[in-house]
């Protein structure tokens, strides 16, 4: 019996120590794409390189990830998982569930994750206890993204209320100006849905909905003028929203075109990746309302066969977590780091504005997870929501009958 058990540690110190020596490996799937995005994700190639790895690159085009996702899905159906996959949310435990996914606790412990990841963040990492993905930064999703000179020229202020904002939007529609930059794709319906509902239902009642799925305040009066404010933003669109990728509505705010954008701090990563300086050429503000609404990039690694892949896996994930990552990513990503300890001195203000409001917001009960963005839900259910986000913004559905779908859709998700 003692022998037996010797064995099989003896054969685990063997493996362990041979993929030590093999030569790292990572076919890697992701969805940076965009300008920002491709910067972002370079800098993790070089840092890999650098140490030895060979990267497969497998991009998958398509904002929000679902084009990526529905790749990610064949490749494991097929028996051919990828070895290292951008992967968030509780979809992280989805697929852990199904049996799937590598454990990167030896690495974790090594590395001392637990001691410099926020527990909020730290939650999303682990799986039964293991740790099952590394988190890459932390990107808030409730921003509000101006052209600084647009503004100006028409005697406008960053908004801080939605009347506010439909004060300002329609005097730019008056004065030629497309008021929204926005890409008629489900995911970013889903984006701006979100921002004006944590600022119409409050941070309490955003958690009610979104994360408890209460009925009563899916159907709210609240959530009546959420829908009601979608309905007044989608007058203030330009005509060929649809399909627009986000980029592109990004482009649309920095060369003038259009004066605002509901989008992610990715967003400021384009603008970044253009040469374009915050408080100067674009200005940036959280969307009107408390509580900040948060969404973190991670990788998950994926059970596969071969000490070059596992010896990869390991490395990605040590890289991925390590200090100097954290911050060369984050200053081109747009985000900010997810490590508590690395200093922010090199981030612009959109930055210091974010990592303040978060701490503010996780004192206070206001740190949210993004449904829009995979954080706070499965996938059934964010996707019975943004389905009927989606419809009511593309048609003259009423916001009665959009609050009336809202509940029957999250009732018949599960
Ligand atoms: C991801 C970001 C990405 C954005 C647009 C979000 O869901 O978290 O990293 O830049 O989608 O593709």
Redo the contacts with the bound molecule.
Sequence with gaps: MKRTAFAAVSSIALIASSAAFAEPQAEVLH????G??AKSVAVLQKEFADNGGTWTDMPVA????DAAMSALRARVLSGNAPTAV?L?GPAIQEWYEEGVLANISAVAEAEGWADVLPASIAGHMKCEGEWCAAPV?V?RVDWIWANADVLEANGIAMPTTWDEFNAAAAKLQAAGVIPLAHGGQA?QDATVFEAVALGILGAEGFHKAFVELDEATLTSDAMVAVFDQMRTMRGYVDANFSGRD?NLATAMVMNGEAAFQIM?D?AK?EFMAAGKVPGEDFLCASTPGEGFLY?V?SFAMFDVDGDDKKAGQDLLAKLIVGPSFQEVFNLN???IPARTDVALDKFDTCAHLSADDMKASSENGSLLPSYA??MALRGAQSGAITDVVTAHFNSDMSSADAVAQLAQAVASSY
Excluded at 31 to 34: I, Q, Y
């Design positions: 969805w940076w794409t965009s920002g995005e398509g904002g929000g990830g951008q968030k930064n990107h995911w986000w992610g990715w990563g969404n990039d990503k747009g985000s963005h995979g």
